[in-house]
């Protein structure tokens, strides 16, 4: 059965997911990269998304590579795509990651402007969403009974939540605090929404925690 996850998103100790001011040179907004600092060294991080050998092994590697199982399509915020706010002035912008992203399957990506689905190297195709509840059936299709992983940003994730569509909760709580930025639970009461956390463990980079939608 197709489940609906959120996998390794990092989360500051003041609960921001994502820094203020996302820009071309700082897309995960500013400070934003040292939420990441745990996932970066793991062997999985070097080969999945940089193609890359080597790498840490233990607690946050096997974080890293169980957000990669199973996984037929992804989810992902405009923001997510890229810094273009609006209409598409043109259809240059093609993602963060080069010509091969990291994703190599199906990704829909929300947003209210229409363009032309994107294929890219490496089998991912983008496809441009208007709603969440089309975006996540269009996803399903796609996976063809694997997973679909919701990739972010934060409130791509708090739309999901607040329908109650996700069944799992990957969060790394990492030891930064960037003070201001976009808060991932806002608004939301996770426990008036049927989630609870069900497990945590810790590296020395990271606690991580696995928030499940009861019954889920």
Same mark, same amino acid.
């Given at each position: 059965?197709?489940?609906?996850?959120?996998?390794?998103f990092a989360v500051s100790i003041d609960g921001f997911g994502a820094g203020p001011d996302q820009s071309l040179d700082n897309p995960l907004g500013v400070g934003g990269m040292a939420l990441h600092e745990w996932v970066l060294p793991t062997r999985t991080f070097q080969r999945k998304v940089l193609g890359q050998e080597g790498g840490t092994t233990g607690i946050d590697d096997d974080f890293a590579a169980r957000g990669f199982d199973n996984v037929g399509a992804w989810i992902l915020g405009r923001n997510m795509?890229?810094?273009v706010r609006g209409p598409w002035p043109d259809l240059d912008w093609k993602g963060w990651w080069g010509d091969e992203p990291p994703y190599h399957v199906p990704v829909f990506v929300l947003?209210?402007?229409p363009r032309p689905p994107l294929q890219m190297k490496g089998g991912t195709v983008f496809h441009f969403v208007g709603?969440?509840?089309d975006a996540l059936a269009q996803a399903r299709a796609a &996976?063809?009974?694997?997973?679909?992983?919701?990739g972010g940003g934060p409130a791509t994730i708090r739309q999901y939540l607040r329908a109650g569509l996700i069944d799992e909760l990957h969060i790394a709580?990492?030891?930064?605090?960037?003070?201001?930025?976009?808060a991932l639970f806002a608004g939301l009461d996770l426990p008036a929404l049927g989630y609870e956390c069900?497990?945590?463990? &810790?590296?020395?980079k990271a606690g991580h925690l696995l928030i499940q939608r009861t019954g889920a």
């Amino acid at each position: 059965m197709t489940r609906v996850r959120v996998e390794s998103f990092a989360v500051s100790i003041d609960g921001f997911g994502a820094g203020p001011d996302q820009s071309l040179d700082n897309p995960l907004g500013v400070g934003g990269m040292a939420l990441h600092e745990w996932v970066l060294p793991t062997r999985t991080f070097q080969r999945k998304v940089l193609g890359q050998e080597g790498g840490t092994t233990g607690i946050d590697d096997d974080f890293a590579a169980r957000g990669f199982d199973n996984v037929g399509a992804w989810i992902l915020g405009r923001n997510m795509f890229g810094p273009v706010r609006g209409p598409w002035p043109d259809l240059d912008w093609k993602g963060w990651w080069g010509d091969e992203p990291p994703y190599h399957v199906p990704v829909f990506v929300l947003t209210h402007h229409p363009r032309p689905p994107l294929q890219m190297k490496g089998g991912t195709v983008f496809h441009f969403v208007g709603d969440i509840h089309d975006a996540l059936a269009q996803a399903r299709a796609a &996976a063809a009974g694997q997973d679909v992983r919701i990739g972010g940003g934060p409130a791509t994730i708090r739309q999901y939540l607040r329908a109650g569509l996700i069944d799992e909760l990957h969060i790394a709580l990492s030891p930064v605090l960037l003070g201001r930025g976009e808060a991932l639970f806002a608004g939301l009461d996770l426990p008036a929404l049927g989630y609870e956390c069900t497990a945590f463990s &810790a590296s020395e980079k990271a606690g991580h925690l696995l928030i499940q939608r009861t019954g889920a």
